[in-house]
């Protein structure tokens, strides 16, 4: 019996130690925390500039966790040759998910501030109507455009005062507040 308790104890005593010098298969608590830290460096971006703190911290554990099921391993993901490339491309596909799931987000993407300085919307809005213009917008955009590829193409394209898109900004405006933009073009020589 003293054998076989013996020989239990040295088989556990070696698997556990096989299972200490295998790699660590989940990031822990600092890790997680240090990529975070990493991904502050975007919040400068315009979609994340506009994001307040809760919805950053949502938006940074969607990013970890995409990273984390991708590289299980931390220290393999930290010493690959271009790391900040990597997270970069993390970065800007959840960007295009969120947008992609919810069309809500177009508040990031003409932020209140720009379209009051556009003379789109009136100044003095509170989040209430706020939210009413951009549902209204996300609305027609998603009547108006099959994909957000195709939306984003739009914008990319589009180099005009009266675009699509501005003309869609103002009808919402019109519908809501009763505000009109008047759309003045000036012609260069």
Not at 38 to 45: A, G, I
């Amino acid at each position: 019996m003293k054998k076989f308790l013996l020989s239990v104890s040295v088989v556990t005593l070696l698997l556990c130690g096989f299972a200490g010098c295998t790699p660590q298969q989940q990031w822990n608590r600092e890790q997680r925390q240090s990529l975070r830290n990493m991904l502050r460096d975007y919040r400068k971006m315009v979609y994340l500039n506009d994001l307040n703190e809760a919805e950053y911290m949502l938006f940074s554990d969607d990013v970890t966790a995409a990273i984390e099921e991708d590289y299980p391993v931390y220290t393999t993901f930290v010493e690959m040759p271009g790391v900040g490339d990597t997270v970069q491309v993390y970065v800007v596909t959840t960007i295009v998910e969120q947008l992609s799931t919810d069309a809500h987000n177009m508040r990031h993407v003409f932020p209140y501030p720009q379209l009051v300085a556009e003379g789109v919307l009136p100044n003095g809005l509170d989040r209430m109507q706020q939210n009413a213009f951009y549902r209204c917008l996300a609305s027609q955009v998603n009547n108006t455009y099959a994909s957000v590829g195709d939306f984003f193409n739009a914008i990319l394209a589009d180099t005009t005062a009266s675009s699509a898109v501005r003309q869609m900004q103002s009808a919402c405006a019109a519908d809501l507040f009763d505000w009109t933009v008047e759309i003045i073009e000036i012609e260069q020589n």
